[in-house]
């Protein structure tokens, strides 16, 4: 089987060897830059995902994920930022951006892997899903060529955005609890904080347009499509 490649972007070179070794181990292949504009410069679309710091030099990670994500090769890239900056605003404004998680140093080797591992089961995830294109107004998603359209234009979702949008659609009129959420979208052992599902979905409104306003809240319970 082919190894995932992996993508350590950190100007902490020690950082960057200790990653390697423990992602090498779990058996991905893994490459390390030391700055963004050094990344930028490499065959991005060919990595399965990026491991990003924020806090970097004349390029931020910032910089790297909006260049990222305007790039229709690699905007389907997950990235996961990585950053010395522990406050909910960084966290949120990672999220915002695209980023698929976020962890905060210091962290465990363990807690990298594990995130790592379910953020690319995630992308890898939905391959067996139905093969329909669902539908409601002029909003469409093919869940075989995981792409959407509003208008006969299409949205540049990020693969939690996707997988949050197909479970509305499928099952208008639900109200998913959170737990339901994590168990569809995030799925098993990692940690993922009741803020992180609230950001996802605040962007999946947002970029949706009108029909944002159908992804209701029930407080007290949680999130469905009302149509």
Request: hydrophobic share 45%; with cysteine; glycine share 6%.
């Amino acid at each position: 089987m082919e190894k995932a490649k992996i993508l350590v972007v950190d100007d902490e070179e020690s950082l960057c060897e200790i990653l390697q070794f423990n992602l090498e181990t779990e058996g991905f292949e893994v490459n390390v830059a030391y700055s963004a504009e050094q990344a930028l410069k490499m065959p991005l679309e060919e990595y399965a995902l990026v491991l990003l710091d924020i806090m970097m030099g004349a390029v931020s990670g910032v910089k790297m994920a909006q260049i990222m994500k305007q790039d229709e090769k690699l905007a389907g890239i997950p990235i996961i930022f990585i950053t010395a900056k522990d406050a909910e605003d960084d966290m949120v404004y990672g999220l915002n951006l695209g980023a698929d998680d976020y962890i905060a140093k210091p962290f465990a080797i363990r807690e990298v892997v594990a995130r790592v591992k379910s953020v690319l089961r995630r992308s890898k995830k939905g391959e067996s899903n139905a093969v329909t294109v669902l539908t409601f107004g002029t909003l469409a998603i093919d869940t075989d060529k995981k792409n959407c359209t509003l208008d006969g234009e299409e949205l540049k979702l990020t693969k939690t955005e996707m997988e949050l949008l197909v479970m509305f659609l499928q099952h208008k009129g639900r109200i998913f609890t959170r737990e339901e959420i994590l168990k569809r979208v995030w799925k098993d052992e990692v940690i993922v904080l009741d803020r992180t599902i609230d950001v996802n979905i605040t962007r999946l409104r947002k970029k949706i347009g009108d029909y944002g306003k159908y992804i209701v809240t029930r407080l007290g319970y949680g999130y469905g499509f009302d149509v």
